[in-house]
């Protein structure tokens, strides 16, 4: 799956895999990255239909897809954890 092949991504995916609704104006402040970049990771996250938006005034709202075959969100909760872990033997 390389929608989340990209750093970036499996950072945004980290955050918004809570469950939550994330704007991403949260996601562009906690990962420092520019406004169109982040949107091009969203879209390519949005078009795997790995993640569902919605807009907010001038916004753009993101959340986990609920409807994410249950395969998918295995893979997905596997490859974040991976990433946690490297991330605590890094530190």
Known sequence: MTA???PTRRAA???????GEHCVCELMAKLEASQSRMS???KV???AGIVTDRRDA????????PELAPDLVAVIDAVLA????SERKVA
């Open 4 to 6: 989340i092949s990209d």
């Open 13 to 19: 995916l980290a955050i918004i895999w809570d469950g």
């Open 40 to 42: 091009r990771h969203m």
């Open 45 to 47: 996250l949005r078009e």
């Open 58 to 65: 001038q916004w753009v709202r993101f959340r986990r897809n």
């Open 82 to 85: 991976a990433e946690r872990r």
